[in-house]
């Protein structure tokens, strides 16, 4: 059972940076990586992902050129840079982690953009 724990959220001003930690409890090496967000009201959407080796991520069209995702498999840790964030991009951020047979997920940790 892999568990994932996300640090790093909290306020943010508009027209500011933040960046969402994920650490795993075992090796992320077999899993692709993904960041979702859940705003009040809303369901759950994907934002960014990143294959096993970190040499291809994809980017919502809508965060494209603000988040950028990044893994490190050495320390089991997979990153989540968000620049010129926006009141919109208020949410609760989740990892996951997927394969084939299993799928986890972190327990999410709250964002909020406001000035």
């Known amino acids: 059972q892999l568990q994932l724990v996300e640090s790093g959220g909290g306020l943010a001003q508009p027209g500011g940076s933040l960046r969402l930690s994920c650490a795993a409890s075992?090796?992320?090496?077999?899993?692709?990586i993904g960041w979702f967000r859940q705003a009040s009201g809303s369901e759950r959407e994907s934002i960014a992902c990143?294959?096993?080796?970190?040499?291809?991520?994809t980017v919502a069209s809508s965060e494209k050129g603000r988040f950028t995702i990044s893994r490190d498999n050495a320390k089991n840790t997979v990153a989540l840079q968000m620049n010129s964030v926006a009141p919109d991009d208020t949410a609760v951020y989740y990892c996951n982690a997927h394969e084939v047979d299993h799928d986890y997920w972190g327990q999410g940790i709250q964002v909020t953009v406001s000035s």
């Open positions: 990143i294959s096993k080796s970190g040499g291809t991520t």
């Open positions: 075992g090796s992320i090496l077999p899993y692709y």
